[in-house]
């Protein structure tokens, strides 16, 4: 089982950067991939980055690639989204998951955090 807690969202300028954490509870976090999820109203879930356990390995969403950058450190079973050059377009409900497989697909994930409103002004 595990458990986690997204922080690190709010309201900034277009062109701003944020830094979302998500912290980790429960065993072995190392052991699994995390990603980051966003979703907003209307919309499905997106896909925005992926980190395997050890953080060598990461991929990226198409909307993410060039801006933002997934980091972990298992140390402090905490998962890191650095956020730049945001767009009125990202904002949206930012999701932290955890994965058994380095997977991309929302329904492979079972576990998620309660989500961190992310909002950018014009």
């Known amino acids: 089982q595990v458990q986690l807690v997204e922080s690190g969202g709010g309201l900034v300028q277009a062109g701003g950067s944020l830094r979302l954490s998500c912290a980790a509870s429960?065993?072995?976090?190392?052991?699994?991939?995390m990603g980051w999820f966003r979703q907003s109203p209307g919309k499905e879930r997106e896909f925005i980055a992926l980190s395997s356990g050890s953080g060598h390995s990461t991929t990226y969403g198409d909307s993410a690639k060039g801006r933002f950058t997934i980091s972990r450190d298992n140390a402090k079973n905490t998962v890191y989204l650095q956020m730049n050059s945001l767009k009125p377009e990202d904002t949206a409900v930012y999701y932290c998951?955890?994965?058994?497989?380095?997977?991309?697909?929302?329904?492979?994930?079972?576990?998620w955090g309660q989500g961190t409103q992310v909002t950018v002004s014009s």
């Open positions: 998951a955890a994965a058994t497989w380095f997977r991309s697909r929302p329904d492979e994930y079972a576990y």
């Open positions: 429960g065993h072995s976090f190392s052991s699994y991939a």
